[in-house]
């Protein structure tokens, strides 16, 4: 596939700051920037596309570009099409090379594409509403069953990481790919929730807070889903979510059942990782303390210690190794009472080679489908992973772990 998602990176940086980091370091270096005599004078916001709606290959703005970059090898360029998804618009920061590519995907060639699989539509199973302390977040307009699709969405803005730009040449190029969006996309971009409040640069500072990566020809881009973007972060999600490269899309879903009025979540920052390491992330990463209950209850860290010694015992394959059903069940059990359904194909999966390993291949394969289900919602059909469980299904009695813990 000419189009990959950026390996396991969503795991860990589900709305990276990356790009933004990449060219300054904190607040200091935006103030100083944002009152400066150059800052001023180049205005910004006069910088502006006036060829309008002439066609431009597979765009319907003339493509705006930098000089060749050195750490990129090539030019980039502000690539617009108004019309994407009927008049949702998209607007794309990145080389003339993976612009093509892009332009060649099922999302922009096939017409029906988007429409047959729900994209851009309003799913009316959740709205936008104000959460008191946490700004706007999604919440369930009727109760939803796991499984159950929320949302997905194309995105307004991709852009091209680590591109070595300057904050303020890159903000140019960015604010003309946004004020090229259709009207209604671009108000939803420019509504969104922002980090440092510089409004000279506030295309970036929503960047920072809203931001997804993923991999276009290769090369990590950040991602801008208006919508997806309200959902507010919790350690114990109950929405999972994933990106469809030829589509283009994020898609989330239920991960358990939510009720009317229950707000959705999706998690920032791997929820497997101990509570001070989650806070300074969400801290470093989008300005604000977690208050949700794996972030306030002192079970967590030694929860997730625990955790991590049964899955230390599961994975030692050796003869003294304490692994076991009975041991990957627990560790099912603890997963679930975190909250952490979204995550359940870490313990579905050793409860899958667990079963295996002394011989009871239907539980094996009970469990490996139940991994597969697992993993599908949280990485798409693109996971590398999946391959693990698919050949365990294939023929689990010829699987590497059969009666492996009774020989
Ligand atoms: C991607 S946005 C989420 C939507 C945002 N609340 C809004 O009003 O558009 C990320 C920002 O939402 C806020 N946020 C998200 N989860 C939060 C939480 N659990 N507690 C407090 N604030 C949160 C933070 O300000 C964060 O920078």
Known sequence: AILTLADQCWHEFPLSAASFQSSLNGAYQITSIANSEVFQNEGLGRIKNTLGNTKYGRWTHQPICTEILEGVGDKLCVYTNSSFSHGRGISIFTTPTIAEEVAGLPAFQDPAALPKANVNIDSRVWEAKSIPGKGIGVVAKRTLKFKDRVTAY???????????????????????????????TRDSYLHLAYIYGYPDIRVQDIVKGNTFQLQLAGQNHLAIFPETSRFNHDCSPNAQYYLDPELLTHFVHTTRPVAPGEEINLVYTSPLE???????????????????????????????????????????????????????????????????????????????????????????????????????????????????WNELLKDSKKHWSYRRRLE
Request: a negative charge; charged letters at 25%.
């Open 154 to 184: 194309t995105p307004a803005l991709l852009a091209y990481l680590d591109d070595g730009l300057e904050l303020l040449e890159r903000e140019k190029y960015l604010r003309i790919a946004v004020e090229q969006l259709p009207e209604a």
């Open 274 to 388: 101990d509570t001070a390491t989650r806070q300074q992330k969400l801290q470093d990463g989008f300005h604000f303390t977690c208050s949700c209950s794996r972030c306030t209850a002192h079970s967590t860290d030694p929860t997730l210690d625990q955790m991590q010694g049964m899955q230390d015992s599961l994975n030692d394959w050796s003869a003294t190794s304490t692994g076991s059903p009975k041991l990957a069940e627990k560790l099912l059990q603890l997963y679930r009472k975190e909250g952490l359904e979204g995550f359940l194909d870490i313990p579905y999966g050793f409860a899958a080679l667990a079963y295996n390993a002394v011989g009871n291949s239907k539980e094996a394969e009970k469990y490996a489908n139940l991994a597969r289900e697992a993993i599908l919602m949280k990485d798409g059909p693109w996971t590398p992973n999946l391959q693990l």
